[in-house]
Structure formats: structure tokens, C-alpha cells
């Protein structure tokens, strides 16, 4: 049995004739009555009285109508859901807390969508804890996220360590600080503080730097990318991995800057996680694969306009402390 009897048999009893339903159907009308035959013959009832005026539905085909229905509808669904895995498996979600957005992110998705033109790339930006529950629940394919040197990993994903990076102050070029070749914790206390919200790494970090200590003053917000926005406008200073500053935009034009910390070892690593499965999108396999192969070569220093004064450490390269 074929769906496509079922289907024929419906076109007959809706339009009364089989020459109607011939022609709605673009078939012969002897090719259709014997596709009709076939199926009369296999379910061992007669579907439909032939008479010269048209063709009817029998008492049998009546009784079995609502199954024939059901089993087209269910058709119909499998149709309806398998379309929809397939414009699922051509967009692929990244969540990421905008660590390295100019020199890694905005690179990989340009060459991405240069081999993958039909693939939707959706980019989420959230909070850590917010990238990995979607990541366990398949809400993200991939996530970016921070991690401290010596943070343990969570179980359930696969990490890949994209760059490891220092923290760095942001600042604007007319500030104090900008005149240091590296900022003190007491120098860091006598600005405003723009720091993360809780669920950041760089809010652990930062509460951690001040040893319980509190600035003059301090807002609080999400992102690095709101964080370098208010730096610009002057409202004061935001501790972030250096890969989330250099080559930002901001900082090519000169209107935020960053300085190293004083006496600090800390390391910071942009992370890229995924949920570990034993089967996973082509499209997302090979943005991770991309992501890996861009970091790559920033590590390797051939992209010179990304890296700026401070370079990157390799995943491999002792931390010197």
C-alpha cells in the first residue's frame, strides 16, 4: 500500500468521478482506476460504485474513510515535522558572554557564512551559567564563555580552549590610569568600577582582585560589550580579559585603552563548549571546527591586526606567573 492510493481514493470520492479526479491529479484515467483496482484489491473491499454518472463511495469505503483520513493527516505531520528538523539542522545557535568578539567571533561567522550561505547562525549573548543550561537542555550548539586558569571544567561538556588571555583595565585615554604602564589595586579603588553582574567570571575575578576591599564608587552591568560602551562615555573603569578589548572597535579609534594589572598571574581563557553527544549537526561541527581553526592562527600571531600590544598566550605556552 502506498500513500499516494490513499490520496487517489480521497480525489475520487470528493470530486464524484474519476475522470474528475484524473485531471485534478494530471493521470490518465485508466491509470488511475487501476490504481484504484490495486487498492480495492489488497484490502480485499470495493472503495467505491462505479455507475455511468460518477463514481461513489461504497458502504466499505464510507466505514473505512476516517482510517484512510487518519493515516493521511498522520502523513501530513511526519511531513510537517520532518521539514522542520531540516530548517532546524540549518541554523546553528551560539551563545557567548562577548569575550573576544572583534578578533574571533565577527571572523569566524564572516568565514562561516562564506562556505555555509543557506545556514542561519543565531548568536545569543547571556551569562555562563545561562550558555551551559542551554547547552545541556539543546537550546545552544555551541557556547563561548570564560573560565579562570584553574576553574574546574563541567562534566557533561566538551572544552576546547580558544585563548588565554590576562585581565586588563579599561579605561578611557584621559584618565589617570591611562598614564601607568600598570594599575595598582589601591589606583584601581580611586576610579568608578564598572564591573559584571554575578554569573560572570570577570565578577568572581574582580571581587576576588579587591580582597573584600570597595571602590569609590561602582555600577554594575552585563557584558563586556556594555562595559567598554560606558568606559567611552566616561562614567570610569572595567577589568576585562585583554582579547575582549583589543582590536575592539573602541580601542582602534582610541577612545578606550587598557593597562595591565600589577602584580597579578592570573590567567583568563576563552573556552568553547558543547554538549558531548555522539551525534551533532554538520553545520555546528563545523563552526566549532572554524572557531578552532581562527584561534589557531591568533595564537600563532599571523592575524598582526587583532593582537595588539599584548599578545596571546598558546593553550600549550607555560604561564610564566
Known amino acids: 500500500m502506498r500513500t499516494e492510493q490513499l490520496e487517489y481514493i480521497t480525489a475520487v470520492t470528493r470530486l464524484g468521478s474519476l475522470r474528475r479526479a484524473a485531471d485534478e491529479l494530471r493521470l490518465s484515467q485508466p491509470a488511475l482506476s487501476e490504481t484504484v483496482r490495486n ?45 522542520e528538523q531540516h530548517r532546524l ?67 557533561g561538556f566538551e572544552s576546547t580552549e580558544l585563548l588565554r588571555g590576562r585581565p586588563v583595565v579599561c579605561v578611557r ?27 560572570y567570571v570577570m565578577h568572581r575575578y574582580v ?23 560606558m568606559v567611552a562615555e566616561g562614567l570610569g573603569a572595567t577589568v576585562l580579559p585583554d582579547f575582549s578589548v583589543l582590536g575592539d572597535p573602541l580601542e582602534r579609534s582610541g577612545r578606550i585603552v587598557c593597562r595591565p594589572l600589577a602584580d ?21 561541527g563545523e ?3 572554524t572557531f578552532v581553526r581562527r584561534a589557531r592562527e591568533l595564537r600563532d600571531g599571523r592575524d598582526e591586526g587583532a593582537t595588539g600590544r599584548l599578545r596571546y598566550s598558546s593553550p600549550e605556552e607555560e604561564d610564566p606567573g
Do not use: C
Open 39 to 83: 487498492l480495492e484489491r489488497e484490502l480485499g473491499v470495493d472503495l467505491l460504485e462505479r455507475r455511468r454518472t460518477g463514481a461513489t463511495m461504497s458502504t466499505a469505503g464510507q466505514e473505512l474513510m476516517p482510517h484512510i483520513v487518519s493515516v493521511l493527516e498522520a502523513v501530513d505531520r511526519l511531513r510537517m515535522a520532518a521539514g
Open 89 to 155: 539542522s540549518r541554523m546553528v545557535r551560539v551563545g557567548t558572554v562577548n569575550a573576544a568578539t572583534v578578533p574571533l567571533l565577527i571572523p569566524v561567522l564572516r568565514e562561516f557564512r562564506a562556505a555555509h550561505p543557506l545556514t542561519q547562525v543565531e548568536v545569543v549573548g547571556a551569562r555562563q551559567t545561562e550558555i551551559q543550561r542551554g547547552l545541556a537542555e539543546g537550546g545552544f550548539d555551541l557556547g563561548l564563555v570564560n573560565h579562570l586558569d584553574g576553574d574546574d571544567l563541567p562534566a
Open 173 to 199: 585615554p584621559d584618565s589617570p590610569l591611562a598614564a601607568l604602564d600598570e594599575v595598582a589595586v589601591d589606583d584601581l579603588l580611586a576610579e568608578p568600577l564598572i564591573a559584571m553582574r554575578t554569573g
Open 207 to 229: 571581587h576576588r582582585l579587591l580582597v573584600g576591599r570597595t571602590p569609590a564608587f561602582s555600577y554594575s552591568t552585563d557584558g563586556a560589550e556594555m562595559g567598554k560602551l
Open 264 to 284: 597579578d598571574s592570573a590567567r583568563v581563557l576563552l573556552m568553547l563548549q558543547r554538549r558531548r553527544a555522539e551525534a551533532v549537526s554538520q553545520a555546528a
Open 287 to 289: 563552526l566549532h571546527e
